[in-house]
C-alpha cells in the first residue's frame, strides 16, 4: 500500500516535471545535448532573418519518423563517405557550410548554408511525400 503511494507521488512528480520542462527537455548523450525541439537558428551566418525561425521536432524526427543521427549528421570523407558514427561530437552545420549565399547550388562547389538545410530538409519531405515543402510550412508568416 505503502509502496504504490511513493510509487504514484514519483509518477506525478516525473508527469509535472515533464509538463514543466516542455521544450527545454533535453538528453544527455556522448554526441552532446541532444534537444527535443529547437528553432533552428543561425542568425550569425544569415545576418537578420528574412523569414520565421524554423522549428525542428528534434527528437520526434529521430524516434517517430525513425530518421538516424547520421542521416542528418555528417562529417564527410569525400562527397559520398560519412564518417560521423554514433558518439561522435556533432558541429553545428554553419561550421563546414559557411557561406550564406542564396543562390541555387553550383554543380562541384561545396553547398551554402541555405542550400544544405533546403536539400536535407526539403528533399527528404518531397522524396517521402511526407513533411512539410511549402516555404510557409517551415517558416510559419510572421504575426
Ligand atoms: C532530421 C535531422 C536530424 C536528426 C535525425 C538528428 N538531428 Fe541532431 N540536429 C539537427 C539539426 C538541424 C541541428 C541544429 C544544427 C545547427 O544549428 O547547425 C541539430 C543539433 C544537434 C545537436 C546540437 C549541436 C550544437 O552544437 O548545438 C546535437 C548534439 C545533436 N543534434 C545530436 C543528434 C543525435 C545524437 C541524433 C540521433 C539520436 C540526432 N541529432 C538526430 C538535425 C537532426
Ligand atoms: C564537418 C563538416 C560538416 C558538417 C558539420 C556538416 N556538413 Fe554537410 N557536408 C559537408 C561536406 C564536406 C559535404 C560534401 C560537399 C558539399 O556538398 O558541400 C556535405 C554535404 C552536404 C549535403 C549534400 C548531400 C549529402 O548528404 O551529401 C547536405 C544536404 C548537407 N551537407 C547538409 C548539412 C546539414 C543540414 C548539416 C547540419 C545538420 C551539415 N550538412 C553539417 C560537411 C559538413
Ligand atoms: C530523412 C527524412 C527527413 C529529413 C532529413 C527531415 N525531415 Fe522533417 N519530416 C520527415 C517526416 C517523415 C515527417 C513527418 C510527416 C508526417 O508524418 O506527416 C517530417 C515532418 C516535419 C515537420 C512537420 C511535423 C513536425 O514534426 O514538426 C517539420 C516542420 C519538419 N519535418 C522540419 C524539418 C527540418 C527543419 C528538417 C531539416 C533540419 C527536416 N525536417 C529534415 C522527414 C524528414
Ligand atoms: C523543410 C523546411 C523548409 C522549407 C519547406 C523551406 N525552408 Fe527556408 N530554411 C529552412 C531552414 C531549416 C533554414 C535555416 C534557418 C536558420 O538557420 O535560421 C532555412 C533558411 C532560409 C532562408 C535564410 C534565412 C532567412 O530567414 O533569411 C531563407 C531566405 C529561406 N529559408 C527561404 C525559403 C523559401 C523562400 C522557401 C520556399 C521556396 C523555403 N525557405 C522553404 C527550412 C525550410
Keep these: 500500500m505503502k509502496k504504490s503511494f511513493v510509487a504514484i507521488l514519483a509518477l506525478v512528480a516525473f508527469l509535472a516535471l515533464a509538463l514543466v520542462g516542455g521544450a527545454a527537455w533535453a538528453a544527455k548523450t556522448k554526441s552532446g545535448e541532444v534537444k527535443d525541439e529547437f528553432p533552428i537558428d543561425n542568425t550569425k ?72 538545410f533546403h536539400k536535407q530538409c526539403r528533399d527528404c519531405h518531397k522524396d517521402q511525400k511526407k513533411g512539410p515543402t511549402k516555404c510557409d510550412e517551415c517558416h510559419p508568416k510572421a504575426k
Excluded at 524554423?54 to 570523407?77: F, G, Q, S
Excluded at 559557411?98 to 562541384?108: F, N, Q, R, Y
Design 45 to 116: 551566418v544569415f545576418g537578420t532573418l528574412t523569414k520565421a525561425p524554423v522549428k525542428l521536432t528534434h527528437t520526434k524526427h529521430n524516434v517517430e519518423y525513425k530518421i538516424a543521427c547520421d542521416k542528418c549528421h555528417h562529417v564527410k570523407k569525400d562527397k559520398k563517405t560519412n564518417t560521423w558514427k554514433d558518439g561522435d561530437k556533432v558541429q553545428k552545420c554553419a561550421e563546414c557550410h559557411t557561406s550564406a549565399d542564396k543562390k541555387p547550388p553550383v554543380e562541384g562547389e561545396s553547398l551554402s548554408l541555405y542550400n544544405a
